[in-house]
Protein backbone atom coordinates (compact mmCIF):
# COMPACT_ATOMS: atom_id res chain seq x y z
CA UNK A 1 0.00 0.00 0.00
CA UNK A 2 1.50 3.31 -1.15
CA UNK A 3 1.92 7.01 0.79
CA UNK A 4 -1.39 8.01 -1.28
CA UNK A 5 -3.69 4.64 -0.53
CA UNK A 6 -3.24 5.02 3.21
CA UNK A 7 -4.18 9.10 2.73
CA UNK A 8 -6.95 8.52 0.98
CA UNK A 9 -7.93 5.69 3.10
CA UNK A 10 -7.86 8.18 5.85
CA UNK A 11 -9.37 11.09 4.30
CA UNK A 12 -12.62 8.51 4.03
CA UNK A 13 -12.13 6.76 7.53
CA UNK A 14 -12.07 10.71 8.52
CA UNK A 15 -14.78 11.18 6.12
CA UNK A 16 -17.30 8.92 7.91
CA UNK A 17 -16.47 10.05 11.24
CA UNK A 18 -17.39 13.43 10.41
CA UNK A 19 -20.52 12.54 8.59
CA UNK A 20 -22.03 10.14 10.69
CA UNK A 21 -21.27 11.29 14.50
CA UNK A 22 -25.10 12.18 14.65
CA UNK A 23 -25.89 8.39 15.08
CA UNK A 24 -24.28 8.11 18.26
CA UNK A 25 -24.68 11.26 19.31
CA UNK A 26 -28.02 10.35 19.26
CA UNK A 27 -28.03 7.38 21.24
CA UNK A 28 -26.50 9.28 24.00
CA UNK A 29 -28.51 12.56 24.17
CA UNK A 30 -31.65 11.62 22.20
CA UNK A 31 -33.45 14.61 20.41
CA UNK A 32 -30.15 16.56 20.45
CA UNK A 33 -29.77 18.74 17.11
CA UNK A 34 -27.84 15.72 15.34
CA UNK A 35 -27.50 15.90 11.94
CA UNK A 36 -29.00 12.99 10.35
CA UNK A 37 -28.83 10.58 8.36
CA UNK A 38 -25.45 12.43 7.55
CA UNK A 39 -23.76 15.32 7.91
CA UNK A 40 -23.11 17.06 4.60
CA UNK A 41 -20.24 18.85 5.76
CA UNK A 42 -18.05 15.32 6.30
CA UNK A 43 -16.11 15.65 3.18
CA UNK A 44 -15.62 18.97 2.69
CA UNK A 45 -14.13 19.02 6.40
CA UNK A 46 -12.40 15.81 5.81
CA UNK A 47 -10.16 16.87 2.95
CA UNK A 48 -8.27 19.69 4.33
CA UNK A 49 -8.13 18.22 7.61
CA UNK A 50 -6.15 15.11 6.18
CA UNK A 51 -4.07 17.43 4.04
CA UNK A 52 -3.18 19.67 6.48
CA UNK A 53 -1.92 16.75 8.66
CA UNK A 54 -0.47 14.76 5.88
CA UNK A 55 1.37 17.54 3.92
CA UNK A 56 1.38 20.60 5.82
CA UNK A 57 0.19 24.12 4.78
CA UNK A 58 0.88 23.73 1.30
CA UNK A 59 -0.90 20.87 0.55
CA UNK A 60 -3.97 22.20 1.63
CA UNK A 61 -3.07 25.82 -0.93
CA UNK A 62 -2.38 23.69 -3.88
CA UNK A 63 -6.01 21.71 -3.36
CA UNK A 64 -7.67 25.06 -3.22
CA UNK A 65 -5.78 26.70 -6.20
CA UNK A 66 -7.33 23.42 -7.78
CA UNK A 67 -10.65 24.01 -6.43
CA UNK A 68 -10.06 27.97 -7.86
CA UNK A 69 -9.96 26.70 -11.44
CA UNK A 70 -13.61 26.86 -12.98
CA UNK A 71 -12.59 27.93 -16.81
CA UNK A 72 -13.59 24.20 -17.83
CA UNK A 73 -15.03 23.86 -21.66
CA UNK A 74 -18.60 25.52 -21.45
CA UNK A 75 -19.44 22.30 -23.34
CA UNK A 76 -18.77 20.33 -20.58
CA UNK A 77 -21.17 22.48 -18.14
CA UNK A 78 -23.85 22.06 -20.38
CA UNK A 79 -23.80 18.26 -20.82
CA UNK A 80 -23.27 18.62 -16.96
CA UNK A 81 -26.63 20.48 -16.68
CA UNK A 82 -28.50 18.83 -19.49
CA UNK A 83 -27.73 15.30 -19.46
CA UNK A 84 -29.03 14.32 -16.16
CA UNK A 85 -32.29 16.43 -17.14
CA UNK A 86 -32.63 13.70 -20.15
CA UNK A 87 -31.87 11.03 -18.16
CA UNK A 88 -34.59 12.16 -15.88
CA UNK A 89 -37.11 12.50 -18.09
CA UNK A 90 -36.19 9.49 -20.00
CA UNK A 91 -36.43 7.38 -16.83
CA UNK A 92 -39.82 8.49 -15.63
CA UNK A 93 -41.21 8.34 -18.99
CA UNK A 94 -40.28 4.28 -18.94
CA UNK A 95 -40.89 4.21 -15.49
CA UNK A 96 -44.65 5.11 -16.44
CA UNK A 97 -44.86 3.15 -19.12
CA UNK A 98 -44.20 0.22 -17.10
CA UNK A 99 -46.48 0.84 -14.87
CA UNK A 100 -45.73 3.11 -11.75
CA UNK A 101 -48.16 5.60 -10.53
CA UNK A 102 -47.46 9.62 -11.58
CA UNK A 103 -48.63 12.40 -9.97
CA UNK A 104 -48.94 16.21 -10.83
CA UNK A 105 -45.60 18.08 -10.31
CA UNK A 106 -44.81 20.61 -7.98
CA UNK A 107 -45.73 23.66 -8.26
CA UNK A 108 -42.57 25.44 -8.02
CA UNK A 109 -42.80 29.97 -8.25
CA UNK A 110 -39.36 32.05 -8.24
CA UNK A 111 -39.07 32.67 -4.82
CA UNK A 112 -38.65 28.60 -4.66
CA UNK A 113 -36.20 28.43 -7.40
CA UNK A 114 -34.20 31.27 -5.53
CA UNK A 115 -34.35 29.27 -2.35
CA UNK A 116 -33.81 25.68 -3.31
CA UNK A 117 -30.80 26.71 -5.88
CA UNK A 118 -28.42 27.78 -3.21
CA UNK A 119 -29.34 25.24 -0.37
CA UNK A 120 -29.00 22.20 -3.26
CA UNK A 121 -25.76 23.19 -4.10
CA UNK A 122 -24.79 23.18 -0.37
CA UNK A 123 -26.28 20.27 0.65
CA UNK A 124 -24.49 17.88 -1.36
CA UNK A 125 -22.25 19.24 -4.42
CA UNK A 126 -20.11 21.85 -3.13
CA UNK A 127 -19.38 19.27 -0.01
CA UNK A 128 -18.81 16.12 -1.44
CA UNK A 129 -16.90 16.90 -5.68
CA UNK A 130 -14.52 18.92 -4.01
CA UNK A 131 -13.04 16.66 -1.77
CA UNK A 132 -13.99 12.98 -3.35
CA UNK A 133 -13.29 14.18 -6.50
CA UNK A 134 -10.85 17.15 -6.32
CA UNK A 135 -8.77 15.56 -3.97
CA UNK A 136 -9.46 11.52 -4.14
CA UNK A 137 -9.75 10.96 -7.26
CA UNK A 138 -7.08 13.51 -8.32
CA UNK A 139 -4.40 12.18 -5.93
CA UNK A 140 -5.43 7.92 -6.97
CA UNK A 141 -4.55 9.05 -10.68
CA UNK A 142 -0.87 9.27 -9.37
CA UNK A 143 -0.96 5.63 -8.52
CA UNK A 144 -3.75 4.15 -11.02
CA UNK A 145 -5.45 4.48 -14.44
CA UNK A 146 -8.50 7.12 -13.72
CA UNK A 147 -11.10 4.68 -14.76
CA UNK A 148 -9.69 2.35 -11.62
CA UNK A 149 -9.55 5.42 -9.10
CA UNK A 150 -13.42 6.50 -10.55
CA UNK A 151 -14.31 2.82 -9.11
CA UNK A 152 -12.35 2.69 -6.21
CA UNK A 153 -13.69 6.45 -5.23
CA UNK A 154 -17.32 5.31 -5.96
CA UNK A 155 -17.15 2.35 -3.52
CA UNK A 156 -15.97 4.98 -1.41
CA UNK A 157 -18.70 7.63 -1.89
CA UNK A 158 -21.53 5.02 -2.18
CA UNK A 159 -20.45 3.39 1.84
CA UNK A 160 -20.72 7.06 2.42
CA UNK A 161 -24.43 7.17 1.14
CA UNK A 162 -25.18 3.96 3.29
CA UNK A 163 -26.98 5.68 6.11
CA UNK A 164 -29.32 7.52 3.31
CA UNK A 165 -29.41 3.78 1.42
CA UNK A 166 -30.18 1.91 4.77
CA UNK A 167 -33.05 4.33 6.03
CA UNK A 168 -34.95 4.22 2.55
CA UNK A 169 -34.64 8.17 2.11
CA UNK A 170 -33.01 7.08 -1.12
CA UNK A 171 -34.32 3.92 -3.36
CA UNK A 172 -31.94 1.26 -3.35
CA UNK A 173 -31.02 1.08 -7.00
CA UNK A 174 -29.45 4.47 -6.46
CA UNK A 175 -26.74 2.19 -4.94
CA UNK A 176 -25.73 1.38 -8.51
CA UNK A 177 -25.36 4.84 -9.97
CA UNK A 178 -23.33 5.99 -7.01
CA UNK A 179 -20.68 3.91 -8.18
CA UNK A 180 -21.65 4.50 -11.88
CA UNK A 181 -21.88 8.15 -12.13
CA UNK A 182 -17.95 7.96 -10.32
CA UNK A 183 -16.83 7.22 -13.83
CA UNK A 184 -19.03 10.14 -15.53
CA UNK A 185 -17.71 12.16 -12.93
CA UNK A 186 -14.02 11.54 -13.49
CA UNK A 187 -14.36 11.83 -16.92
CA UNK A 188 -15.72 15.57 -16.40
CA UNK A 189 -12.87 15.80 -14.11
CA UNK A 190 -10.00 14.97 -17.17
CA UNK A 191 -11.79 16.85 -19.57
CA UNK A 192 -12.09 19.76 -18.14
CA UNK A 193 -9.28 20.25 -15.36
CA UNK A 194 -12.17 21.70 -12.77
CA UNK A 195 -14.14 20.14 -10.48
CA UNK A 196 -17.01 22.77 -10.79
CA UNK A 197 -18.77 20.89 -14.16
CA UNK A 198 -18.68 18.12 -11.36
CA UNK A 199 -20.72 20.04 -9.03
CA UNK A 200 -22.99 21.35 -11.72
CA UNK A 201 -24.01 17.58 -12.92
CA UNK A 202 -24.67 16.45 -8.96
CA UNK A 203 -26.56 19.84 -8.71
CA UNK A 204 -28.74 18.77 -11.45
CA UNK A 205 -29.66 15.67 -10.01
CA UNK A 206 -30.30 16.19 -7.28
CA UNK A 207 -32.41 19.85 -8.22
CA UNK A 208 -34.05 18.03 -11.27
CA UNK A 209 -33.96 14.68 -10.00
CA UNK A 210 -34.89 14.84 -5.86
CA UNK A 211 -37.34 17.79 -6.46
CA UNK A 212 -38.87 18.42 -9.47
CA UNK A 213 -38.73 16.25 -12.27
CA UNK A 214 -38.15 13.44 -10.38
CA UNK A 215 -41.21 13.59 -8.38
CA UNK A 216 -43.64 13.13 -11.44
CA UNK A 217 -43.20 9.27 -10.52
CA UNK A 218 -45.46 8.89 -7.22
CA UNK A 219 -43.71 7.12 -4.27
CA UNK A 220 -44.45 3.48 -5.02
CA UNK A 221 -42.60 3.27 -8.16
CA UNK A 222 -39.47 5.41 -6.95
CA UNK A 223 -38.26 1.80 -7.25
CA UNK A 224 -38.74 1.27 -10.99
CA UNK A 225 -37.28 4.66 -11.76
CA UNK A 226 -34.13 4.45 -10.16
CA UNK A 227 -33.60 1.29 -11.86
CA UNK A 228 -33.88 3.03 -15.27
CA UNK A 229 -32.06 6.05 -13.56
CA UNK A 230 -28.74 3.39 -12.72
CA UNK A 231 -28.84 2.21 -16.16
CA UNK A 232 -28.98 5.08 -17.97
CA UNK A 233 -25.62 6.27 -15.88
CA UNK A 234 -24.73 3.01 -16.06
CA UNK A 235 -24.79 2.80 -20.35
CA UNK A 236 -23.31 6.35 -20.14
CA UNK A 237 -19.87 5.37 -18.08
CA UNK A 238 -19.63 2.31 -20.06
CA UNK A 239 -19.78 4.52 -23.58
CA UNK A 240 -17.20 6.40 -22.02
CA UNK A 241 -14.96 3.89 -21.31
CA UNK A 242 -15.77 2.33 -24.64
CA UNK A 243 -14.91 5.69 -26.63
CA UNK A 244 -11.46 6.71 -24.18
CA UNK A 245 -10.23 3.50 -22.36
CA UNK A 246 -9.17 3.19 -18.90
CA UNK A 247 -7.45 6.99 -19.40
CA UNK A 248 -11.56 8.45 -19.32
CA UNK A 249 -10.85 11.20 -21.61
CA UNK A 250 -8.64 13.64 -23.87
CA UNK A 251 -7.11 15.77 -21.96
CA UNK A 252 -8.17 19.10 -23.12
CA UNK A 253 -6.76 21.02 -19.35
CA UNK A 254 -4.54 18.71 -17.16
CA UNK A 255 -5.74 18.77 -13.71
CA UNK A 256 -3.64 21.23 -11.34
Do not use: C, D
Not at 83 to 89: E, F, G, H, N, W
Amino acid sequence: MTTIHRRILLFFAVTYVLGWFGWPASWLWPGGPWPLPINPLGPILAAPLVLWATEGKAGVATWLRRLAFWRAPWQLYAVALIAPVAIILASAGLAAASGAETQALPERGILEFIILVPLLLLLGPIEEEPAFRGYGQHELEQTMSPLSASLWIGVGVLVWHAPILATGTIPWPFALTLVTVSVVYAWLYRSGGSVWPLVTLHFSVNYFGGNYLGTLIAPSGQVLYAVYFAAFFLVWAVFIVWRHGPALARLQVTPG
